[in-house]
């Protein structure tokens, strides 16, 4: 009874531990304008030129840019400076091909994870590219 007691006790206190934060009424522009450091896909062109369904991007502590191409099943892989490097992973089935990549992040260490939903794993590779496993 006395466990009951003090649960009761203890919601029917309010919360003075939660702080309350006022917003400004407006929103502030912020200054300048945005410049393009460099663009990347074109409507005709080279093969790893023409996406489809890039869906998400990350970084690799080098500053290379890396683009989840789902449509495609593939990850690109840019340079700081927006010169295509690499392409890893293709449609299929097997090690080292993507079904349905939905998500794309690279580790502290540089491996480039994609999940893919058409296996229902994390699909890994190494930083040049070359497949390592897949994680279910």
Do not use: C
């Amino acid at each position: 009874m006395k466990k009951l007691t003090l649960l009761i006790a203890l919601l029917a206190t309010p919360a003075a531990a939660q702080q309350g934060t006022k917003l400004p009424a407006q929103d502030k522009l912020l200054p300048g304008k945005p410049t393009t450091q460099f663009s990347i896909g074109a409507e005709d062109g080279e093969d790893w030129e023409l996406l489809s369904r890039v869906s998400q991007v990350a970084f690799d502590k080098e500053e290379n840019l890396y683009v989840l191409d789902g449509g495609n099943h593939r990850v690109l892989v840019f340079n700081p400076q927006g010169k295509f490097v690499r392409k890893i992973g293709k449609k299929g089935g097997g090690p080292g091909e993507l079904m349905t990549p939905v998500g794309l992040a690279v580790t502290a260490a540089g491996e480039i994870a994609v999940t893919d939903l058409g296996r229902s794993a994390i699909s890994l590779f190494k930083k040049d590219g070359t497949f390592v496993k897949n994680i279910t």
